[in-house]
């Protein structure tokens, strides 16, 4: 179980390194253009003289200035809806797992003379695997649950 949970993290993890975007061309930026000009509307032609208060009205119909301002608090209101995203709770998952064939055999020389401590000091885990598991809020206050992190 403890393998197919890393496997299926490590597949995860590899398949969400390998998308990549590709860099816009130029005559994307122009569609990119274009559609913008197409978000404002379309000036109706004179038909005849106008006056002084209908020259003003459409003024400010056609203001781009106020319509590139409108624009750009729909776009700040949008992006403070996003921010709430960064509010949520992530979730960290982290495991290694080590499996030897033989036996580790540990030398280990006392700190002061230099000699061995135990010549026949030998490490009989095959098979060591790690993990932890960590939580945290907005508040980057880490939250770790009793027994996500250990040894066995």
Request: glycine share 4%.
């Amino acid at each position: 179980m403890k393998k197919f949970l890393a496997l299926s993290l490590s597949a995860l993890l590899l398949g969400g390194c390998s998308v990549t975007q590709e860099p816009y061309t130029a005559q994307e930026f122009d569609e990119l253009a274009q559609e913008d000009l197409r978000a404002f509307p379309e000036q109706e032609p004179f038909s005849r003289e106008i006056t002084l208060d209908e020259a003003m009205a459409r003024a400010i119909k056609y203001n781009l200035k106020r319509q590139s301002e409108l624009m750009s608090q729909e776009l700040a209101y949008n992006q403070a809806v996003l921010s709430k995203f960064d509010l949520l709770p992530s979730l960290d998952i982290e495991g290694t797992s080590t499996h030897r064939s033989e036996q580790t055999v540990l030398d280990s020389e006392h700190a002061d003379t230099g000699e061995p401590n135990d010549p026949d000091n030998i490490n009989s885990e095959r098979v060591v695997t790690s993990f932890e598991i960590r939580g945290t809020s907005s508040h980057d206050q880490a939250w770790v649950p009793d027994g996500a992190h250990g040894r066995s």
